[in-house]
């Protein structure tokens, strides 16, 4: 549910910069008043920090402040619309690893405590920030787990087309699969600090997958499957005015990014057309709507896909309606809901969706999660 957000450049603030501790502390402001915090204790708190920046131009955020920053980011991200559950991320603090080996393992770690046997659980795993004078590692991907796209001879798209040309470096890099499919999960790339990019496999026991099929089309003929959770790696969070390029999150999918986006969308596996043909459709006019219908059953397809395979996942009418649940209680706490309502609404039946009747703001509050510049 955290998919092609907000794009920012980063940013990284030098020394003697007022902006920077002007973020430190306002965010050390949020923290200690929304986490009763007593006020003394911010004081001393904020007196420490502001020490640090003067004499070195950065500060070092404590563990208990990087987990609620963390938690925020997801809070404040205008395009995510399952937002009610922010409170229960598990926040890794790995800021201690730098070689790309020592990454590698904590990604692997970090899919196995997200799927968690199905049971899908919000984890976001975070490496050590960027500061003036010192590069930070970077994860390649977009996704932890992605699948290829292979360029043929014809011009045709083997695979998924938006990974066309992270495939081919990957390639170039010497990835070798042992064949060229529709569902090649890619090599994880990682570049620690200051080092040349390597090149990972993800053993098959950390990608769960669910084989598509339909309470009552039979889909075989399109042998479709996707993995159960996505890992965004390629959005920086931002926390106190100190920027992390590596720190993966994710939470769990809505059945509509799946179905009407990975597997519906012209530019990706486009499914359209063949779903329907084995509906028996009327394809030769847009009129008998066998586009709507189609996605409809390819969306109905994935939610009991994943029901079938006790893996979590929610329809977007249930997270449009927990959106305004979330929405309701921000209003308690005193809090607007911010949101880009071309994302929030689902990109099927959005009238039908309770979250399409009403506006939001569409300000960007920090702590929050922005993309950057590929990596390559």
């Given amino acids: 549910m955290f998919q092609n957000l907000t794009r920012q450049q980063v940013h990284v603030a030098p020394p003697s910069n007022p902006s920077f501790l002007n973020e430190a502390t306002s965010y050390l402001r949020q923290y200690s008043e929304e986490c009763e915090i007593p006020y003394y204790q911010f004081l001393r708190r904020e007196g420490k920090v502001r020490r640090e920046i003067e004499a070195s131009g950065f500060y070092t955020q404590t563990t208990e402040e990087l987990r609620y920053g963390a938690k925020l980011a997801w809070r404040n991200n205008n395009r995510c619309i399952g937002r009610l559950y922010w409170k229960t991320l598990k926040v890794n603090d790995y800021r201690h690893l730098s070689s790309?080996?020592?990454?590698?393992?904590?990604?692997?770690?970090?899919?196995?405590?997200?799927?968690?046997?199905?049971?899908?659980?919000?984890?976001?795993?975070?490496?050590?920030?960027?500061?003036?004078?010192?590069p930070s590692a970077r994860?390649?991907?977009?996704?932890?787990?992605?699948?290829?796209?292979?360029?043929?001879?014809?011009?045709?798209?083997?695979?998924?087309?938006?990974?066309?040309?992270?495939?081919?470096?990957?390639?170039?890099?010497?990835?070798?699969?042992?064949?060229?499919?529709?569902?090649?999960?890619?090599?994880?790339?990682?570049?620690?600090?200051?080092?040349?990019?390597?090149?990972?496999?993800?053993?098959?026991?950390?990608?769960l997958e669910v084989p598509m099929s339909h309470p009552s089309i039979d889909m075989r003929p399109l042998d479709l499957k996707w993995h159960a959770v996505p890992v965004i790696s390629n959005m920086r969070l931002e926390i106190g005015g100190i920027s992390y390029p590596a720190a993966p999150f994710?939470?769990?999918?809505?059945?509509?990014?799946?179905?009407?986006?990975?597997?519906?969308?012209?530019?990706?596996?486009?499914?359209?057309?063949?779903?329907?043909?084995?509906?028996?459709?009327?394809?030769?006019?847009?009129?008998?709507?066998?586009?709507?219908?189609?996605?409809?059953?390819?969306?109905?397809?994935?939610?009991?896909?994943?029901?079938?395979?006790?893996v979590k996942i929610?329809?977007?009418?249930?997270?449009?309606?927990?959106f305004l649940h979330h929405r309701q209680q921000e209003?308690?706490?005193?809090?607007?809901?911010?949101?880009?309502?071309?994302?929030?609404?689902?990109?099927?039946?959005?009238?039908?969706c309770p979250v399409f009747h009403h506006t939001y703001p569409d300000t960007v509050h920090k702590p929050n999660f922005f993309n950057m510049p590929d990596a390559y």
Avoid at 171 to 179: A, D, Y
Avoid at 315 to 321: G, I, K, L
């Fill in 100 to 134: 790309a080996e020592e990454i590698y393992h904590a990604l692997l770690d970090h899919l196995a405590m997200a799927t968690n046997d199905g049971n899908l659980r919000s984890v976001i795993t975070i490496f050590a920030p960027e500061r003036p004078g010192f």
């Fill in 250 to 310: 994710n939470g769990w999918y809505m059945g509509t990014e799946i179905g009407a986006r990975n597997f519906g969308d012209n530019d990706r596996y486009n499914q359209l057309p063949a779903l329907a043909k084995l509906m028996g459709l009327d394809t030769s006019s847009n009129i008998s709507l066998w586009k709507d219908r189609a996605l409809v059953e390819l969306n109905v397809a994935v939610l009991h896909s994943f029901a079938k395979h006790g």
């Fill in 331 to 352: 209003a308690d706490k005193g809090r607007t809901t911010t949101a880009d309502w071309d994302w929030i609404v689902p990109p099927i039946s959005g009238s039908a």
């Fill in 139 to 207: 994860i390649w991907n977009s996704q932890l787990i992605r699948y290829a796209g292979y360029r043929q001879a014809d011009g045709s798209i083997l695979g998924d087309p938006i990974n066309v040309n992270f495939t081919e470096i990957a390639l170039e890099m010497g990835w070798r699969p042992s064949q060229r499919t529709n569902f090649d999960v890619l090599p994880l790339i990682i570049q620690a600090a200051g080092d040349a990019p390597r090149l990972f496999e993800i053993p098959p026991e950390f990608v």
């Fill in 314 to 322: 929610i329809d977007h009418h249930t997270a449009s309606e927990y």
